[in-house]
Nanobody, 120 residues
């Protein structure tokens, strides 16, 4: 069994910062990529940032220069540092990973989601 567990969401004022964390646990053998998506009310889920193994990160245009994704491969973890937050960043943020486990070849896994609300 593989699980992705997120933490770090919450309520923050415009211009503030939050740091999201996500750790993959269970029978993980190898991780190809980790990243974050988000879904705002009434909108489709969209990619925020991704960090493939052995390659540079990719960001949505809307968060470039404000968000930074990083990974700790020893901990099977990914982080999203979010600065200069705007009300339009309000959404449920989902961690995902494409990984290989002891029971399955490479496939995507998703976390349960963490709410980020940017409001004064």
């Amino acid at each position: 069994q593989v699980q992705l567990v997120e933490s770090g969401g919450g309520l923050v004022q415009p211009g503030g910062s939050l740091r999201l964390s996500c750790a993959a646990s269970g029978s993980v053998l190898s991780i190809a990529t980790m990243g974050w998506h988000r879904q705002a009310p009434g909108k489709q889920r969209e990619l925020v940032a991704m960090s493939p193994s052995g390659a540079g990160p990719t960001y949505a245009d809307s968060v470039k220069g404000r968000f930074t994704i990083s990974r700790d491969n020893d901990k099977n973890s990914v982080y999203l540092q979010m600065n200069s937050l705007k009300p339009e960043d309000t959404a449920v943020y989902y961690c995902y990973a494409v990984l290989r486990s002891t029971t399955a070849t490479f496939r995507p896994y998703w976390g349960q989601g963490t709410q980020v609300t940017v409001s004064s």
